[in-house]
């Protein structure tokens, strides 16, 4: 109970979301979700040669093994600032070292590239749906994550304009 409430939760926020409770909760229903997707792989995605399939499995462990990057060293570098809510927390400082002087969210970013190696891994076009799905979710909640870290943090303007916001070099 002691970690929830340094991480910002309360009964109150649990009631209001003022601290985007709710999109925490949204966030983990949809990552809940995912794995339940039926593969839908229609026939004209169909591989039949035995190196095309290769080199999807070998993209898709690229992105998997780069979400566990992503991962790992976004929680590594953020060390006490975590909280999975939007919401900086009260004494938090802003973080701008290690992977986020890549991305500015690279726990979203893992998730991502996550879910997009699984559905290139399966060929689903009904998981690549979903993926799209939990990154305009993530973009969404990122955007407003931003509006707070900039209310708080002066120079949170400038680090947008030198970081990316979920895909390294590219968005």
């Not at 898709?60 to 566990?68: G, I, N, T, W």
């Not at 975590?82 to 890549?102: A, F, H, N, R, W």
């Not at 699984?118 to 998981?127: E, K, M, R, V």
Request: hydrophobic content about 50%; overall charge positive; charged content about 15%.
């Amino acid at each position: 109970m002691k970690m929830l409430s340094e991480w910002g939760f309360s009964l109150e926020g649990l009631r209001t979301g003022n601290k985007g409770e709710y999109w925490f909760l949204a966030q983990g229903l949809l990552i809940t979700i995912f794995p339940f997707v039926p593969v839908y792989r229609p026939n004209w995605l169909q591989i039949n040669s035995s190196n095309l399939l290769y080199f999807t499995w070998g993209v898709a462990a690229v992105l998997a093994l780069s979400a566990l990057v992503f991962l790992g060293k976004g929680f590594l570098d953020l060390g006490k600032q975590l909280t999975p809510l939007p919401y900086p927390k009260e004494d938090g400082e802003l973080v701008q070292t290690g992977i986020y002087s890549l991305v500015r969210h690279p726990l979203y970013s893992g998730l991502i590239f996550l879910t997009l190696s699984w559905a290139i891994f399966q060929l689903s076009l009904s998981h690549l749906l979903a993926g799209l799905i939990i990154f305009i979710f993530l973009n969404a909640k990122a955007s407003k994550e931003e509006a707070w870290l900039s209310g708080k943090f002066p120079e949170y303007a400038e680090y947008q304009q030198g970081v990316k916001k979920l895909i390294p070099w590219v968005y």
